[in-house]
């Protein structure tokens, strides 16, 4: 298997702007998982599902942040519009029983 | 609330044993994760270990949990310049997907 595997690797957008980050999970995890990584708060998670179901998204900042999971081997993550101080790196990992897997992140910079 | 702190950061020589440090909250954690991120890279799981053994030993790695003092260490023996990384200890509760509650990571330079 490929790893969970997410794209872009590199977002650079302007403010105000919708943004979209992908993720495909590994096959077979039925646990997908949305982390937010900054400098200033570390590892944040955002949300993550269950069976496609999203279980708890407590973590989202506002409601400009979404998230969905339509099938067993894909999810996004929306942000629309885009603010600076959303610029982070964005991690999806997955996960079956007792193992979590991350992707290699998405580096997002809003300017 | 759940709650994971470690110290931000540790240096040592090559060669030396390195010793890095958690402490969590949550009685009721299960599991306890140890992962490892280098530079521009996502997070490595290096191992694991359940809340009811006290050691876990993985070639250069030992894991220690004081479930007590839940106080959970990682030990890297022979510590080598890439071992060099930010390091995160985890916790979650059951294996059921429930979330991890991650760390604030501490970085280990490791110096020739």
């Known amino acids: 298997d490929a790893g969970v595997i997410q794209s872009p690797r590199h977002e650079v957008t302007e403010m105000g702007q919708e943004v979209t980050l992908r993720c495909k999970p590994i096959?077979?995890?039925?646990?997908l998982f949305w982390y937010r990584q900054t400098m200033m708060r570390g590892l944040e998670l955002l949300i993550y599902?269950?069976?496609?179901?999203?279980?708890?998204d407590s973590g989202m900042p506002e409601d400009r942040f979404s998230a969905k999971m339509p099938n067993a081997s894909f999810s996004t993550l929306k942000i629309q519009p885009s603010e600076p101080r959303d610029s982070a790196v964005y991690f999806c990992?997955?996960?079956?029983?007792?193992?979590?897997?991350f992707g290699q992140g998405t580096r997002l910079t809003v300017v | 609330g759940e709650d994971v702190e470690q110290s931000l950061f540790l240096s040592v020589r090559e060669g030396d044993s390195s010793v890095i440090n958690c402490t969590y909250t949550?009685?009721?954690?299960?599991?306890l994760y140890w992962y490892k991120q280098e530079p521009g890279a996502g997070l490595q799981l290096l191992t694991y270990?359940?809340?009811?053994?006290d050691m876990k030993q993985d070639q250069r790695l030992t894991v220690l949990l004081n479930k007590k003092d839940k106080h959970l260490s990682l030990r890297i023996a022979d510590t080598q310049t890439g071992d060099s990384a930010i390091y995160f200890c985890?916790?979650?509760?059951?294996?059921?997907?429930?979330?991890?509650?991650f760390g604030g990571g501490t970085r280990l330079m490791v110096k020739p």
């Open positions: 990992a997955s996960r079956q029983n007792t193992e979590a897997f």
């Open positions: 096959s077979g995890h039925n646990s």
């Open positions: 599902f269950n069976n496609n179901v999203p279980i708890d």
């Open positions: 949550d009685s009721s954690s299960t599991y």
């Open positions: 270990i359940f809340s009811n053994m």
């Open positions: 985890a916790e979650s509760k059951d294996n059921a997907g429930n979330m991890l509650t």
